[in-house]
């Protein structure tokens, strides 16, 4: 019969068991920058993952929980663990964690919209971001205009730029009236 392994056991190789969940606490890892500023993870008894990437199991409802801490290499991706809490840990490694997700899920937060409207058989937007000012057209179709959350929106221009609007509801009434006439679904 097939042992399967608990989620703290490691391979016989060493590394983690790739078919099991495991949790990482500041107990059994470190989180530092190593060769190139490249995010690298030390789990104690065990070895140093570099070229490590930051990944949200749930974006949307849990933004510094349950992260995943992925290793590449040499086009395999190994999941080190999940980070349950980033409060858990030092601000130091929290705070490398969060420049990381901030790197893979780099998206423009739209604060207000202040044309929108269709042009050459694209919807035109010209919006006020957390970024600065942006202008931008955005094919018309369903799968670019996705749910975020309750009634939030994500919406991918034709560059596959990422544009969020977390709760439509918090917009002024015109400018969610003017949204919701265009992207009503």
């Known amino acids: ?19 099991a969940m495991r949790f990482l606490t500041p107990d059994i890892c470190k989180i530092h920058l190593g060769t190139h500023d490249a995010l690298h993870v030390t789990v104690v008894g065990e070895r140093i993952y570099g070229g490590v990437y930051a990944a949200h199991v749930f974006p949307v409802s849990h933004t510094d929980r349950y992260i995943s801490l992925i290793h590449t290499s040499k086009g395999d991706e190994l999941e080190i663990g999940i980070i349950r809490d980033l409060a858990e840990f030092p601000e130091e490694d929290a705070a490398l964690v969060r420049q990381a997700l901030a ?9 207000a919209i202040h044309q929108i409207g269709f042009k050459y058989g694209f919807v035109a937007m ?11 057209m955005v094919p018309w179709r369903q799968e670019r205009a996705v749910d975020y959350g309750r009634s939030g929106k994500v919406l991918l221009d034709v560059d596959d730029n990422r544009y ?3 709760d439509l509801e918090k917009l002024p009434d015109r400018q969610r009236s003017d949204f919701r006439r265009i992207f009503y679904w």
Do not use: C, Q, W
């Open 164 to 166: 969020l609007i977390p």
């Open 1 to 19: 019969m097939h042992k399967t392994a608990e989620p703290s056991e490691p391979t016989p190789a060493g590394g983690p068991n790739p078919t």
């Open 126 to 136: 010209e919006v006020e971001t957390d970024k600065g000012p942006a202008s931008f």
């Open 103 to 111: 790197r893979r899920y780099f998206i423009h937060t739209i604060t």
